[in-house]
């Protein structure tokens, strides 16, 4: 796969970004690179609440009309034909942004503070903490000072955590 030119990968970006907006979605990741004759556009959203198979079904279909009305009057695409392919982050994806960490509420995450890594289950976030519950009580902790979080799997939730996993 090749890649694409700068200004192709940013109209379609903008028209991603336009129609995510609308759905109430955020835009992750996008990449857009030339595969034979077809252009191959892979979006990752992300969004508070659960992101199920029928939402990402939904999504990929606004997606896909948008970027066919755009096609219509001159679109991105050089040779006029595209494979999107969209999908939401999997539980191995870094925890780095304030979303983030407050999309994961609940689960139980590694990272790194300063010259430790810290174990605990995300307790609360605001605009500019996330306050861990560990082993030795709850820890505040700004951003600023986490390394990227990483979720940890968890095969059974501790006795009496109704916490819903999303």
């Given at each position: 796969m090749s890649t694409v030119s700068d200004s192709i990968r940013d109209r379609v970006r903008a028209v991603v970004e336009s129609t995510?907006?609308?759905?109430?979605?955020?835009?992750e990741e996008l990449k857009v690179s030339q595969?034979?004759?077809?252009?191959?556009?892979?979006?990752?959203?992300?969004?508070?609440g659960p992101t199920d198979l029928d939402a990402i079904a939904a999504v990929s279909r606004s997606l896909s009309k948008a970027l066919d009305e755009a096609e219509e009057t001159g679109?991105?695409?050089?040779?006029?034909?595209?494979?999107?392919?969209?999908?939401?982050p999997g539980v191995d994806r870094p925890l780095k942004l304030?979303?983030?960490?407050?999309?994961n509420i609940g689960r139980l995450?590694?990272?790194?503070?300063?010259?430790?890594?810290v174990t605990?289950?995300?307790?609360?976030?605001d605009e500019t903490t996330v306050t861990l519950?560990?082993?030795?009580?709850?820890?505040?902790?700004?951003?600023?000072?986490?390394?990227?979080?990483?979720?940890?799997?968890e095969f059974s939730r501790p006795a009496g955590d109704d916490e819903k996993e999303g």
């Amino acid at each position: 796969m090749s890649t694409v030119s700068d200004s192709i990968r940013d109209r379609v970006r903008a028209v991603v970004e336009s129609t995510l907006a609308d759905e109430g979605y955020d835009l992750e990741e996008l990449k857009v690179s030339q595969a034979g004759r077809r252009t191959l556009v892979r979006v990752l959203v992300g969004r508070d609440g659960p992101t199920d198979l029928d939402a990402i079904a939904a999504v990929s279909r606004s997606l896909s009309k948008a970027l066919d009305e755009a096609e219509e009057t001159g679109g991105p695409f050089a040779a006029g034909s595209y494979t999107l392919e969209v999908s939401s982050p999997g539980v191995d994806r870094p925890l780095k942004l304030p979303r983030h960490w407050r999309r994961n509420i609940g689960r139980l995450v590694e990272v790194p503070v300063g010259d430790e890594t810290v174990t605990g289950r995300i307790e609360a976030t605001d605009e500019t903490t996330v306050t861990l519950r560990t082993t030795d009580g709850a820890r505040t902790v700004a951003y600023g000072e986490l390394g990227a979080g990483r979720i940890q799997l968890e095969f059974s939730r501790p006795a009496g955590d109704d916490e819903k996993e999303g």
